[in-house]
């Protein structure tokens, strides 16, 4: 027998679903047959196949709410939420501006708040309710040198997944998705190249990185009645995650966060 999720008639927002992991949760959600918005800071020339675009900073509540109610005056409703809007460039947390790191907490932990806050107020009206889905990392879960501020962040988002699901429930379910390495279009540029990509993959016990579309599957199922008993949970997206550092250690020389010269 198989099974088949139909969202048709649902309306979902994905945030920073533009590019990236988000282009994948949003393409996926078009094709579960739903209405799909997506939100970034920046206009795009062309709203990708079956989507709607419009600009937003999540990290500015005003604008935030400016786009829940946008949305809902189009549509009528808000039935899903996705926050994947997030990122950070690698910076050591000593070396980096304390502006540096409050954007970055602003963007990964307060910006989701804002979002769901706001769709809260929508989704507890609803008979239906709703689903928030934060798009979560494994760096919530292990250290995150060289994007510390993104991992404590990401932890944020975990605590704050719990905690929305008891506050929020029954009406509104909340998870969150632990995403581990996967390839978009700067997998390369940001991992050095096509070939120390492979090395890395090498290291995932499932052989290579998520593409996006599985992360957005994950999102899917979360987001549909197959998961209607499914709330504070975070779900593992990481192909099974990573190995103990041990495993390598013949191969390190040095500390590779030490001052230079420092050996481990």
């Avoid at 029954?170 to 998705?177: A, G, K, Y």
């Avoid at 992360?215 to 499914?230: E, K, N, Q, R, T």
């Avoid at 550092?245 to 020389?253: G, K, M, V």
Wanted: hydrophobic residues 40%; contains cysteine.
């Amino acid at each position: 027998m198989s099974i088949t999720i139909d969202l048709s008639g649902r309306v979902v927002l994905v945030t920073g679903g533009s590019q990236g992991i988000g282009a994948g949760i949003a393409r996926r959600f078009v094709d579960a047959g739903a209405t799909v918005v997506t939100c970034a800071r920046r206009p795009v020339a062309e709203a990708a196949p079956g989507t709607e675009h419009r600009t937003c900073d999540v990290r500015d509540p005003d604008d935030v709410a400016a786009l829940v109610d946008g949305i809902v005056a189009d549509h009528g409703r808000l039935d899903v939420v996705v926050n994947n809007a997030g990122g950070a460039p690698y910076a050591l947390a000593a070396d980096a501006s304390d502006r540096f790191h409050e954007k970055i907490v602003g963007l990964n932990l307060l910006g989701p708040l804002a979002v769901a806050r706001a769709a809260y107020a929508v989704m507890r009206e609803q008979e239906s309710g709703g689903a928030i889905i934060n798009v979560s990392s494994i760096s919530a879960s292990r250290p995150s040198p060289g994007t510390a501020s993104y991992g404590a962040a990401k932890a944020g988002v975990n605590s704050l997944t719990t905690s929305l699901a008891q506050e929020w429930g029954p009406r509104v379910r909340v998870n969150s998705i632990d995403v581990g390495l996967c390839r978009t279009e700067n997998t390369a540029d940001h991992y050095g190249g096509d070939e120390q990509v492979r090395r890395i993959e090498r290291t995932i016990p499932l052989g290579r990185m998520a593409e996006p579309a599985e992360i957005g599957d994950v999102a899917v199922f979360l987001a549909s009645p197959m998961a209607s008993y499914v709330s504070g949970a975070h779900v593992g997206c990481h192909g099974g995650g990573e190995p103990p550092i041990f495993h390598f250690a013949d191969q390190i020389e040095t500390h590779p966060f030490a001052p230079e010269g420092v050996t481990s």
